[in-house]
């Protein structure tokens, strides 16, 4: 296979992305986080004792993301919100397909597979981020899903450049003696992005922090289990990754959110690991048993088949990335079962908040489908059935994919609400007022201007996120006082009714 196929393929699949995020399941803002941190950009370096102390991925590319929305797009479009979709979308389709892009490269530098494997193994690993999840006979989730746009940001973005870093890192024997190799510019740019990996989002850099941890164990056996000078030159690049994750964790312990969470949960240890536990049981039963069954039987497989096979270089590379992955995935799972013990339970049901556990998962099956098809040359003239099956079933949108927690109405209700509550906004700013009373849904039975926090998704204190962006947007003239009023003849105008007919099946 050419270099230009695979440029074509991989464009293909960008512009697939991009129209699921953009048409399908699309990130249209909507709750008071969404308003909150699209409108405005933090300062670019950890901050001792706030809210986030070490979230400076997030917190600056989706203001940026909101400044191109509104300054870029918005004057050809005319249309605020769907600006504001399709960049969003654009930036978090550009991190997927960066992901993809590194697992293609260490397939084909790492494991030495040729580009038909590994173009096939890429089209299957994105795939398998909905293959998992599919349940042909209700909504599901995916690899992917969130509960708000900002999320997006907290959570799926930190986790796909923490995994693309570590894929790219993997792709060469000896990251040290590449580094050394790469030019200044080069080096500029790993280190750039490795600031934003490790600030990110304390949850999400356990994919690079495992991984950094346990390859400086493979160097240490792989030196004789000595200590030397020739042993810190080839791991010096993970112990510094080791050491910043660890200052950031000691910064986000020292947070007011981990402040806060920690007044908040009273029980009892052993209870709140026993909630904890009960919560991973619900992601888990969000998965396809069967797919999942069928993924660790590949792996198993995959395994067997690496003890058995001649196949050099390629053999030995794919046994050292399997034990590690394998390593980090369990890593992984006692890290995030910790720390949600301890900041919330129901964390740990949450898809996007267990993101690194599905990454290896889905890491591990497909590198191994990947060494199957390398030793078993029957397979690979089945790739294209294997390829176009798999699409058949994780993209049937027979039932759509679970709604956003944060808002669970079709991106086009969202959209029109959205529309609806800025219009009023922007009719006072043209009046000239300084004050605004805005309509907006009854989202919570127990409401109160008292708890700023009540009526969520649309709380009271979403106001004032809501003037910040859109002021910095241009879409106002000046910061007036926005004061929201639940209204339940909102509901009915723009709320869908939920009472829906079951689809049914052709067969």
């Keep these: 296979m050419r270099k230009k196929s695979v440029f074509i393929i ?4 960008f512009i697939f992305i991009l129209i699921y995020f953009t048409e399908i399941s699309p990130l249209v803002p909507f709750d008071g986080d969404d308003w909150r941190y699209i409108g405005g950009i933090r300062p670019p370096f950890p901050l001792w004792g706030v809210w986030n102390p070490t979230r400076v991925l997030p917190e600056t590319l989706m203001g940026v993301g909101g400044y191109i929305a509104s300054f870029v797009v918005y004057p050809f479009t005319h249309d605020y919100i769907n600006s504001l979709t399709f960049v969003e979308a654009v930036i978090f389709s550009v991190f997927i397909m960066g992901a993809c892009i590194a697992y293609y490269r260490l397939l084909v530098k790492r494991l030495h597979f040729n580009r038909f494997s590994a173009i096939a193994s890429e089209l299957l690993f994105f795939i398998s981020f909905f ?3 599919k349940h042909l ?9 969130t509960v708000d746009l900002s999320c997006v940001f907290f959570y799926l973005i930190p986790g796909l450049l923490n995994a693309s870093v570590m894929m790219y890192m993997e792709g060469t024997s000896d990251f040290s003696k590449t580094y050394k190799a790469m030019s200044n510019l080069d080096k500029g740019i ?46 010096f690049v993970y112990l510094l990754i080791l050491f910043i994750w660890l200052c950031s964790v000691i910064f986000d312990l020292n947070g007011q959110r981990a402040k806060d969470v920690q007044g908040q949960n009273n029980t009892s240890l052993f209870i709140a690991m026993h909630d904890t536990l009960e919560q991973s049981k619900v992601l888990f039963q969000a998965f396809n048993a069967r797919i999942l069954v069928a993924f660790i039987c590949v792996s198993v497989l995959a395994i067997i088949a690496g003890t058995k096979t001649s196949k050099g270089v390629a053999r030995k590379s794919f046994m050292n990335l399997w034990i590690i992955s394998t390593l980090c995935l369990i890593s992984s799972f006692m890290y995030l079962f910790i720390a949600y013990t ?6 740990a049901s949450r898809p996007d908040a267990m993101w690194p556990i599905i990454f290896f998962l889905l890491f591990i099956s497909n590198f191994s489908f990947a060494f199957l098809i390398t030793v078993i040359d029957n397979i690979q003239p089945l790739l294209p059935l294997v390829i176009v099956l798999a699409s058949l079933i994780a993209f049937n949108l027979n039932y759509r994919q679970v709604q956003p927690t944060n808002a669970p109405y079709s991106a086009v209700t969202a959209k029109r609400v959205d529309n609806y509550i800025i219009k ?3 009719h006072a700013d043209e009046k000239g007022e300084s004050e605004v009373i805005v309509k907006v849904p009854v989202d919570q039975k127990n409401y109160s201007p008292k708890v700023t926090t009540s009526n969520w998704p649309h709380s009271y204190d979403m106001a004032v996120w809501l003037q910040n962006t859109l002021y910095s947007h241009g879409i106002i003239r000046t910061r007036m006082h926005i004061v929201f009023k639940p209204d339940k003849a ?8 939920k009472n829906e007919q079951s689809f049914a099946p052709l067969e």
Excluded: C, H
């Design 10 to 13: 991989n464009l293909l699949l």
């Design 131 to 133: 293959l998992l999840f």
């Design 137 to 145: 006979n209700q909504p599901s989730y995916s690899g992917f899903w």
């Design 190 to 235: 790993f280190i750039l992005t490795l600031y934003f990996t490790l600030f990110s989002n304390t949850q999400l850099t356990i994919i690079i922090a495992t991984y950094s941890f346990f390859k400086i164990i493979q160097a240490f056996l792989e030196n004789q289990r000595k200590i030397d000078i020739s042993y810190f030159k080839a791991v």
């Design 342 to 347: 301890k900041a919330g339970s129901m964390y």
């Design 424 to 426: 009023q906004i922007k």
């Design 490 to 497: 909102v509901n009915a105008r723009f709320y869908e009714d």
